[in-house]
C-alpha cells in the first residue's frame, strides 16, 4: 500500500509543477507585448497592415483577367470591321478613279 501512497504522491507532484510552469508560461506569454521586442513586433504588424490597406486599396479598381479578356475580345471584333471597312474603301477609291479618268478621257475627246 505504500508504493500506491508514493506514486500518488509523485503523480500529484509531477500534475502540480506541470499546472505551475502552464501557468508561468501563459502569465509570460500575456506579457511579451510589454517588451521591448513585443512593443517593436506590434509596431512593425501595425506598419504591415497599413501597407496591405494601402495596397488593397490601390488594386481594387484594376482589371480582373475577365475584364481584359472580354476588352481584347472587343478589340479584335473592331479589328475586323475595320479591315472590312478599309476593303470598301480601297474599292470605293478604286471606282472613283475609274469613273474620274473616264471623264478625263470624255472630256479631253
Do not use: P
Request: proline share 0%.
Amino acid at each position: 500500500m505504500t508504493i500506491d501512497v508514493n506514486l500518488a504522491v509523485v503523480a500529484v507532484i509531477i500534475s502540480a509543477l506541470a499546472a505551475i510552469a502552464a501557468w508561468l508560461t501563459y502569465s509570460r506569454a500575456g506579457d511579451w507585448r510589454q517588451t521591448d521586442s513585443g512593443k517593436e513586433t506590434t509596431t512593425k504588424l501595425a506598419a504591415h497592415a497599413e501597407r496591405l490597406t494601402k495596397l488593397e486599396t490601390r488594386f481594387e479598381g484594376l482589371a480582373t483577367k475577365a475584364d481584359v479578356e472580354r476588352v481584347e475580345g472587343k478589340v479584335n471584333t473592331l479589328e475586323a470591321h475595320v479591315e472590312g471597312i478599309q476593303i470598301r474603301l480601297d474599292n470605293v477609291g478604286a471606282g472613283v478613279e475609274r469613273i474620274e479618268q473616264f471623264l478625263m478621257d470624255a472630256s479631253q475627246a
